[in-house]
């Protein structure tokens, strides 16, 4: 069976990851049904109903989590489904480890239910994720910490998903980390190539970060065939995206003049406390369109997917 007569399903499909997933299976000619918890908001199902071929094969469904048995029509006659949909729980004292606790727990959940339902499972596990993002809302990932360590790129997760369900002896589980990067070079980064940020120079976890510093095997991950996208090409290319869409401004920009008359929030730069940039995280911030993108400090690259590969 060829791509263009596969049916698949990608779940929380207006999200980051699965954003670019949805694109690039459109792409591949797959049929997907995409689920969404609210069809009816452009927010969430905009950027997807305007990608190439969503018109012919994208269908959307609403579905939550908490309700028991919304899926099941949903994947009933697919040959695959990406499970990408997940609450990311904010208000717990401990956010971070309310969340990794979730994550660990569905994920034994699902290697139990696919053993006794004899179903071929392949678990994706990617570091931060970094990268432009499709969707015109920001997830709570870009908004709490950016970048992070462990990185990798979102457009070589979603393709890692591709792979991983195309390829016959995918199996078992998948670290997707380009580099593991120690927040003073990301900061060091940083500064050289957008030296107007007015970053600092230090960050409050410098030394923390050396102590815990490792590298993540990618031995396994080959198989996939995937060639990640440098750490550092990634970083400067969510710095462009998010310029170019209005979500970061730099220091000096007319900011009052941005929010009175766009209501924009904007994004700050949480480094482990190197932060310069006036922030007001939030989750449903939209673009500004008035922010000039210089295309020239964003390096040219042929993705796997782009018609300038053979
Ligand atoms: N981003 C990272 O750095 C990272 C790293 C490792 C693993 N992951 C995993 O990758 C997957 C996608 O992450 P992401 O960063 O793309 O997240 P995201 O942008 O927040 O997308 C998650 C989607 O899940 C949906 N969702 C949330 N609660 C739901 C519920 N109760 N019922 C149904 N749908 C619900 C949301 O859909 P609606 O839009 O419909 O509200 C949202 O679009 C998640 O499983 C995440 O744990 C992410």
């Known amino acids: ?38 069809p009816n908001d452009p927010k969430k199902t905009q950027h997807l109903l305007s990608l190439d071929g969503a018109k012919e094969r994208l269908h959307l469904f609403k579905a939550e989590l908490l309700d028991e048995g919304c899926f099941d029509s949903v994947v009933e006659g697919c040959q695959g489904v990406f499970h990408l949909a997940t609450p990311v729980i904010v208000s717990a004292t401990d956010p971070q480890l309310w969340y990794m606790l979730s994550k660990t727990l569905a994920e034994e959940a699902a290697w139990r239910f696919a053993k006794d339902n004899r179903i071929d499972l392949v678990v994706l596990n990617p570091g931060f ?12 990932t870009s908004v709490g910490s950016l ?23 995918a199996n078992g589980r998948y670290c997707l980390v380009e580099r593991n990067v120690q927040v003073l070079k990301i900061l060091k980064t940083l500064n050289e190539f957008y030296p107007t940020l007015g970053l600092q120079e230090k960050c409050r976890d410098q030394d923390k970060s050396v102590e815990y510093f490792f590298r993540i095997s990618q031995e396994k991950e080959k198989s996939l065939g995937l060639s990640f996208i440098p750490w550092d090409v990634s970083t400067r290319e969510t710095i462009e995206s998010l310029k170019e869409r209005g979500f970061l401004i730099e220091p000096g920009a007319d900011l ?11 994004l700050g730069l949480d480094l482990h406390g190197a932060q310069s940039i006036p922030s ?14 210089n295309p020239s400090a964003t390096p040219q690259k042929c993705y796997p997917w782009d018609s300038c590969n053979p």
């Open 256 to 266: 009052h003049r941005a929010r009175g008359i766009l209501g924009t929030p904007h």
């Open 1 to 38: 069976m060829n791509a263009a007569e596969k049916v698949v399903c990608v779940t929380g499909a207006s999200g980051y990851i699965a954003s670019w997933l949805v694109k690039l299976l459109l792409h591949r000619g797959y049929t997907v049904r995409t689920t969404v918890r609210d």
């Open 129 to 140: 994720v970094i990268g432009p993002p499709l969707q015109p809302v920001l997830n709570i």
């Open 147 to 169: 970048p992070h360590e462990r990185l990798v790129d979102v457009r070589d997760v979603a393709y890692a998903h591709i792979q991983a369900f195309e390829i016959p002896s």
């Open 280 to 293: 007001n995280p939030s989750t449903s911030a939209t673009p500004n369109p008035s922010v000039t993108p």
